[in-house]
């Protein structure tokens, strides 16, 4: 397969690199789109995502990403790829994605009320099989919640499949008393740092917007 898409579905005509996302998040494909790119396939890794025996958040962010990526490269050989996992930090401690309502539950009355923060490993392998990787960090402050309030939310579902049980883009935005870092990163990939890497790896976002804009006229 070449590995440069002349024709791709974010800038039609105008040839970059071809861009595979290594993730089946929806989020993080939104948030791609926000700086005009849409990937040219989406390969999730599929890896088992149990933390190490005694691994904080921010190495377990950034050992994910960076197996996730290395995987996905070798099936695409000559193209770009983006891996990406989030974590939610409280201390030590790595707060689970929440898959059942139990779990859910556990994480909130954990983090209400709290300082908790948000790790984004993001890894990229270049076209030439370079690898650039980093952990971006958030910090987060939910209010104090009432056990109305968290059985509401439980029973929305907003909270299914998502690290640390809230989703901030949702319903938990309500819970929000401060955020200091990016937000993008907490939904799921920090738009700011994944842009810098991809313009160092041959895609840069901005640049093709213009040129984009230039060639409608």
């Known amino acids: 397969m070449n590995a440069r898409a002349a024709a791709t579905p974010d800038q039609p005509g105008i040839d970059r690199p071809r861009l595979i996302l290594a993730s089946g998040s929806p989020r993080r494909r939104e948030l791609l789109a926000q700086i005009g790119l849409v990937p040219d396939a989406i390969d999730p890794a599929d890896i088992d995502e149990s933390p190490l025996t005694d691994e904080l958040p921010s190495p377990h962010a950034q050992r994910l990403s960076r197996e996730k990526a290395g995987i996905v490269a070798a099936r695409h050989a000559g193209a770009i790829v983006l891996a990406a996992d989030t974590v939610v930090g409280l201390g030590r401690r790595i707060l689970p994605k929440a898959d059942d309502v139990d779990t859910a539950r556990r994480c909130l009355n954990l983090l209400q009320g709290r300082r908790h923060r948000v790790y984004t490993g993001i890894a990229l392998v270049g076209a030439d099989g370079k690898t650039w990787s980093r952990v971006v960090e958030s910090q987060v402050i939910f209010r104090t ?66 040129a984009q804009a230039t060639s409608r006229g």
Request: aromatic residues 8%.
């Open 145 to 210: 919640l009432s056990r109305d309030e968290i059985d509401q939310y439980l029973a929305s579902g907003d909270w299914k499949g998502k690290a640390g049980g809230y989703a901030i883009q949702g319903l938990a935005s309500l819970f929000v008393r401060q955020l200091s870092g990016s937000y993008s990163n907490v939904v799921g990939l920090p738009l700011t740092e994944v842009a810098g890497i991809l313009r160092a790896a041959g895609i840069d976002a901005l640049a093709l917007a213009a």
